[in-house]
C-alpha cells in the first residue's frame, strides 16, 4: 500500500491519496499471523521515531507480511522481525564475545545472556540470567545476517530462547527514554556513536 501524506498541523497529516499496490489476504486465514502482524506493526510503531523514513525496517516489514502470506510460522516470523529491527536501529546485542572481557565463547558451548549488560557475560565476568545454546546463538546470528524468513519451525528449545532473550531486550529498551532512545537512533543512523 501507498500512502501519501502531507504535514499537518501537530500530529495530524492529510492523507492526499491511498493506492494498494499489493495485499496480504491469505494473512486473514490465520489468527496467529493476525495477532503476529498486529504485534510486528505496534512494535514498528514503538520503535522506529515517527516523521524518520527507515527503509531498511519498511523492507523487512514487508519481507515479514509476505512470509506470513505465503505461511511462514508465525511466532519465527515475529522474533526473526525483532531481531532486524534491533539490528537496523542500532540496538543488536553482542553475541560473539562477553560484553564484559570480550572473551569469545567455545564453539559449540552454550552462553549466558544478560539484556541490561547488552549481550553475552561470561562466567568470570557475572554471567547473565538467561542461557543462550550454541544452537540458539547460531539461529541468531543466522537471521541477522539474511533478510529471508523460515519457511519451517525451529527447534522449541532455541525459539523459546530467542522468545525470552528479546523479551528481556523489549523490557530493557521499554526504561529507556523515548529521547534517548531516538537520539542514540540518530546518532548511529548519521555514522556517530552515541
Ligand atoms: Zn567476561
Redesign the pocket.
Known amino acids: 500500500m501507498n500512502a501519501h501524506f502531507r504535514p499537518g498541523r501537530g500530529e495530524l497529516a492529510h492523507l492526499e491519496r491511498v493506492s494498494v499496490d499489493r495485499s496480504f489476504h491469505a494473512i486473514l486465514r490465520s489468527l496467529e499471523a493476525i495477532g503476529s502482524a498486529g504485534a510486528a506493526l505496534a512494535l514498528i510503531r514503538e520503535r522506529v521515531p515517527e516523521h524518520e523514513p527507515e527503509p531498511a525496517v519498511f523492507d523487512s516489514a514487508i519481507r515479514f507480511l509476505d512470509a506470513l502470506d505465503r505461511g511462514a510460522p508465525s511466532e519465527e516470523a515475529l522474533l526473526t522481525l525483532q531481531i532486524r529491527v534491533l539490528n537496523v536501529l542500532g540496538f543488536s546485542p553482542t553475541l560473539d564475545r ?1 560484553v ?2 570480550g ?1 569469545v565463547p567455545a564453539p559449540g558451548r552454550a552462553a549466558s545472556f544478560d539484556a541490561p549488560r547488552g549481550g553475552i ?2 562466567r ?2 557475572g554471567g547473565g540470567r538467561l542461557v543462550l545454546s550454541a544452537g540458539a546463538l547460531r539461529l541468531w546470528a543466522t537471521v541477522q545476517s539474511t533478510i529471508e524468513y523460515a519457511s519451517a519451525p525451529w527447534p522449541e528449545l532455541e525459539r523459546r530462547q530467542l522468545h525470552d532473550a528479546l523479551d528481556q531486550l523489549d523490557a530493557q529498551h521499554a526504561t529507556v527514554g523515548v529521547r534517548e532512545r531516538t537520539g542514540a537512533a540518530s546518532g548511529r543512523w548519521e555514522g556517530r556513536t552515541p
Open positions: 562477553c564484559g572481557c572473551k557475560v561470561c568470570a565476568c
